[in-house]
């Protein structure tokens, strides 16, 4: 069984330019969720995926945007990035039986990004 | 207000002995999922137990447990005889379910260290 795979695993951009980050599921999961983790910070849910559809989104501007494919893999988008925006982002994937259901999510290795 | 709170931003154990994290909620949800992650120096976040709130008995997994007092909306993990591999930062995490769209909350973490 493969486990939730994020590339790449480290990445330097520019304040102004636009990064998409990817995130292969865990086999057999069905959910993809985004996070944020600042240094020293616990991780913030940016959004989550569910049937290629937008499921949950906590409080990040429309800059932050994602997809989910029909295989389950997922991307993060950040457009016009920010110094703030330095951080490791966390992918995990899930399996949901239904909307309206709890699970349990496993993370990925993560991705480092930092905006100079 | 927080929707999870750790207090305990770091905590020593000897090896062998059992530790208790803290961790508090809040949420006027009545279904809900808590959550405890461990976090090595590595970065990836890893899934140590789930606990739902509808759920009677408290969850046990190895050497974790998790000690839920609903009424008092707290959390606590309850790692027996530890052992050096569990130094890390742990992370306590809820899920809700509102409407069918799904938010995540992590604390901000404790730092568990294990001394010989």
């Known amino acids: 069984e493969t486990g939730v795979t994020q590339s790449p695993t480290h990445l330097i951009k520019t304040r102004g330019q636009q990064v998409t980050l990817r995130c292969s599921s865990q086999s057999g999961h069905n959910t993809v969720s985004w996070y944020q983790q600042a240094l020293g910070q616990g991780p913030q849910f940016i959004f989550q995926?569910?049937?290629?559809?937008?499921?949950g989104r906590g409080n990040f501007p429309p800059r932050f945007s994602g997809l989910q494919f029909p295989n389950y893999s997922s991307e993060l988008n950040v457009n016009a990035l920010e110094l703030d925006d330095s951080a490791l982002y966390l992918c995990?994937?899930?399996?949901?039986?239904?909307?309206?259901?709890?699970?349990?999510?496993?993370f990925g290795p993560g991705t480092r990004l930092t905006v100079l | 207000a927080q929707k999870i709170t750790q207090t305990q931003p770091g905590m020593f154990v000897q090896e062998k002995e059992a530790v208790t994290l803290d961790c508090t909620y809040d949420t006027s949800d009545q279904s809900y999922g808590l959550f405890w992650y461990k976090q090595p120096s590595s970065g990836e976040m890893i899934f140590l137990i789930y606990q739902g709130s509808y759920d009677e008995q408290n969850a046990t997994e190895g050497r974790y447990s998790l000690n839920f007092q609903k009424a008092r909306k707290s959390a606590n993990l309850v790692i027996s005889a530890s052992q050096l591999g569990d130094s890390a930062m742990y992370f306590c995490?809820?899920?809700?379910?509102?409407?069918?769209?799904?938010?995540?909350?992590f604390g901000s973490g404790t730092k568990l260290n294990v001394k010989p």
């Open positions: 995990a994937s899930s399996f949901l039986a239904g909307p309206g259901l709890i699970d349990t999510q496993y």
């Open positions: 995926y569910y049937r290629e559809e937008e499921n």
């Open positions: 995490a809820m899920r809700e379910v509102a409407h069918n769209f799904n938010k995540f909350y």
